[in-house]
């Protein structure tokens, strides 16, 4: 799958969680997502800056300036196909998509309240990126193959 296929796909697919992805749809739109977001972000560096100290200690402004500049306008259009890719990618690898939840959002959230979790975070990064990279087999529970037979 080239670059252009992989962010129409991800698109086109926007809700779907059912089905499978290849590594190459997936790891194209994570550079699409990449790209994207160094541009965004390159935007939005003055709109982010700080101009007093009130804005500092009040993170609730800070997250509503955030999501309202051209980085959080790219990281929320980019949040759903993202995580229906990563599901898409776990079945892809015959695993259930509740691990995105395990190994994502859960050390995520409880890293902020637990230091442990903050390690364990960390630990479920690499372990995702892993699984990620993990090439998939043939026909299982959750479709048929996603890349073409070469037969």
């Excluded at 959230?109 to 372990?127: D, E, M, T």
């Excluded at 990126?129 to 193959?145: A, K, R, S, V």
């Amino acid at each position: 799958m080239s670059f252009f296929d992989a962010v129409a796909s991800a698109f086109k697919r926007y809700f779907d969680f059912s089905g499978r992805s290849s590594r190459s749809e997936f790891w194209w739109f994570f550079l699409f997502c990449v790209l994207l977001y160094m541009l965004a972000f390159s935007l939005s560096v003055n709109e982010l800056s700080p101009l007093d100290e009130s804005s500092l200690s009040n993170p609730e402004a800070f997250l509503a300036k955030s999501l309202t500049s051209w980085f959080g306008i790219a990281f929320i259009v980019t949040l759903i196909p993202s995580i229906s890719l990563s599901v898409r990618r776990f079945h892809d690898i015959n695993m259930s998509g509740w691990w995105y939840v395990a190994l994502q959002i859960a050390p995520s959230i409880l890293g902020q309240y637990i230091f442990i979790f903050s390690f364990i975070s960390v630990i479920a990064l690499f372990v995702y990126l892993y699984f990620m990279c993990t090439e998939g087999g043939g026909d299982n529970q959750y479709g048929t193959n996603p890349l073409p037979n070469k037969d």
